[in-house]
């Protein structure tokens, strides 16, 4: 069936969908069981008719869509996604749906913060939306979205995906998987021997579509191969008599001064002013003759780059107008490079050009995001995870910083240019003073202003 979506973004009311059909084509014993309880794994719809066709409305509310929820989980968390996935497919018999009235486009699969399971949007049609052949399509794209810590457990995933596509498989596979993996965690506390047995699954969705089976024994060894432990001491200990003979220790000038200072003095300001002076200190000038002589130097920020000057080209541009250029010191390419990498080392987002977030804000958040990304692709940004321990966005800032969501917002490109979500933050985002709605793309246009959360992360859109 050939269906017509529509996607309206409003600033007030924020993002609904809606969907036309033929009015005689509705599916009436399934819209009055949905209306009657209202399905968790569907986005929540009204509708009404008018000359012949049926509008179906459906509100997005705090419901992210999943393309933009990328990023690594834990088994745990990564099996109950694939589950809130599949196993509506197979369960929307009870509230008399039909599979193929699922809208199984990854384009319009929602994600729910909260509950950390997906949602769909359902048509209640007589005929059919979507084909068996799109349901292998959509299992590939969310394998693409998000990725697991466990190796073993993600291969399997795509190998079932890959071949013979079946949910019901592939709910077993990871109903196995759970439980494997729980039967580790409690191994940890227990210390389970190899000739335990593992009792039978606990979890049954249903009894019609994936009854529980009894699982193997877990051979889990408890004890570590000696000969292995044995080189792996004698190499740490190899390793360690080195080290404690030479004795290499690596100072910083700029960081070797600042201890020398009374802690009781208030620290100055011109932090990175006074590192790049540091570091002109350490600029040595080539002779003919090869040999390296030290050169006295002052620096400047001109068209983004660090210039410096030698105390005579010094002397002699201060006599004249103040407009004059500065002269530029013909160092040695890799001189210039080791700086740019020790400014990149101390500031890993410090950029002077391209499509991104210039910062206006506090001096903790880095001065520039570059998002220079491809039609179809997305950025996203949000906060480091200590309880993770892995990134999650494309950008993240600095666990310290307050206000920033984990998963806060992303900027996804299109045709027309740079659309920016907020992806339900606790914080909100903000563009130009006004805070968006959950989920509602807003269109970017260059030297907008836009704010990350309330605590000062605000920034500035630059498109080249």
Known sequence: MNYNIECKNDLLTGTTLIVKIPEDEIDKKALYTIQTDMPPFIIPFHHYCSDGE????????????????????APKEYAQLWISVLSPLLECTDWFMQPNAFLLDAEYLYYDKDKKTCCFVYIPSIRNISQHTQLKELAADVSKFISVDDV???????????????????????????VQNESRDASTKTQIKPDMVVADAPYDMTENICPTQTYQELELPNTIDTEIYDNLNSMVSESSSVYASDEIVIEFPEKKARSKKNK???????????????????????????????????????????????DAQSASTKNQNEQAPYVQNTFPQSIEEDLEMYLETENPVLHTSGVGLRSIGGVETPLFIEADIEVGEIFSI???????????????????????????CAIKRVAEGYLLIDLASSAGTFVNNERLPPNTAYKLTNGCRISIGNSGADYVWEMG
């Open 264 to 310: 009781s003095e208030p620290r100055e300001k011109g932090g990175l002013q006074k590192k790049i002076k540091a570091l002109s200190g350490l600029f040595e000038k080539r002779k003919e003759s090869g040999k390296l002589q030290k050169v006295s130097s002052d620096h400047v920020m001109r068209d983004g780059r660090l210039h410096f000057e030698s």
């Open 152 to 178: 073993l457990l993600e291969n399997k995933i795509l190998r079932a995906i890959m071949k013979n596509f079946d949910p019901n498989d592939l709910l077993q596979t990871l109903r196995s998987a759970m």
């Open 54 to 73: 049926a509008l179906f409305v459906y509100n997005i509310g705090m419901h992210c869509k999943l393309q933009y929820m990328t990023g690594s989980r």
């Open 382 to 408: 949000g906060k480091f995870d200590t309880s993770v321990g892995r990134r999650q966005s494309s950008f993240e800032f600095d666990k310290k910083i307050k206000g920033i969501s984990h998963r806060h």
